[in-house]
């Protein structure tokens, strides 16, 4: 257990304050260059769950100018024992460091009423970690929060955030390959994508993937003849992954997250949702790849091309489950 403290003036327990009369502590903001920080006190052994999941029930007044810095926030800090029982000389290997993970790490909005804010954050599974310490950060430039409940608990799913935000556009430098789209269930088909996004996954078989999607997606497809007499062609255009298998390392598998038909005219399309899907191999990489498949093709053509890709705020993230029914 962590040693007591002595009272702050920027925190404090008030009575009935919180949701149906409860007890709700109460944490103000010091200004943008200070952190307050409250920790629970007893330590949380480490259960070997591939995550920590917290959820407050909160109400804020908090002025936060930037929600990937500011707002109220969790932080794990996992110990090594280096004895029997936890004590000062444990060895601290693992910083959950909020300030690093951006938007996802902070809860920025304001409310009047009390509302949940989640937090679920991976553990390293190789650092020998025995046990976790649990805290509260409040960074912005006025306000509190009051908060009625707090639950920390083990997790059976690992985030992983894929957000690629702001916009960008081309007109050319696009790859083109034959994939098997996977969840979506059609045959091979013919995609011109970009490579905007890899990240390292611990994906094993069997584990249920889902991903959370929301964003815009641009692209214009054609044909022509000879190089002249080039049209304009309807198309599909979407976004999918390809994902690296541990076992060859050489071989990817494509999985359609979204795709929309554009016409010659309407070349924009607006995602918002999720798909879900089991993994049927181990997978150590996903990239990020929006595409646009061009359909309708006229024989007469004898050349295919897209000139036109974009994206523009994509929210993206993917949930791996660890277990398919969860254990608790």
């Not at 909160?58 to 969790?74: C, D």
């Amino acid at each position: 257990m962590l040693p007591e403290q002595s009272d702050v003036a920027w925190a404090r327990l008030l009575s009935g304050a919180g949701e149906g009369g409860s007890a709700a502590y109460q944490i103000d903001a010091s200004g943008l260059e200070v952190r307050n920080r409250m920790m629970y006190r007893p330590l949380i052994p480490n259960g070997g769950s591939p995550s920590m999941k917290t959820r407050l029930r909160l109400k804020s007044t908090l002025q936060a100018g930037n929600p990937a810095f500011e707002g109220i926030a969790v932080r794990h800090r996992g110990y090594k024992l280096t004895g029997s029982v936890p004590s000062r000389t444990d060895e601290e290997v693992w910083d959950s460091d909020p300030a690093s993970k951006g938007k996802r790490a902070w809860y920025s909005q304001q409310s009047g009423t009390f509302t949940d804010a989640v937090f679920i954050e991976p553990v390293p599974d190789n650092l020998g970690i025995d046990y976790i310490t649990f805290e509260l950060i409040v960074r912005a430039s006025s306000g509190q929060v009051t908060i009625s409940s707090a639950e920390c608990r083990n997790h059976y799913a690992v985030p992983y955030p894929l957000d690629i935000l702001g916009s960008q556009l081309w007109a050319s430098g696009f790859s083109i390959e034959t994939v098997s789209p996977g969840i979506s269930g059609d045959g091979a088909v013919r995609r011109w994508l970009r490579y905007i996004k890899t990240e390292q996954v611990n994906v094993r078989q069997g584990k249920l993937v889902k991903t959370i999607l929301k964003g815009a997606i641009t692209g214009r497809a054609f044909e022509s003849q000879g190089g002249n007499n080039a049209r304009r062609l309807a198309a599909e255009v979407g976004l999918m992954f390809k994902m690296r298998r541990v076992n060859p390392n050489t071989t990817y598998d494509y999985f359609t997250i979204t795709k929309s038909p554009v016409s010659v005219d309407n070349k924009t399309i607006y995602a918002d949702g999720s798909v879900e899907f089991k993994a049927k191999h181990d997978y150590s990489q996903v990239e990020v790849l929006p595409f646009v498949e061009p359909t309708q093709n006229d024989p007469a053509y004898d050349r295919t091309g897209v000139d036109r890709m974009g994206i523009t705020d994509i929210e993206l993230e993917m949930i791996v489950s660890d277990y398919i029914s969860p254990t608790q």
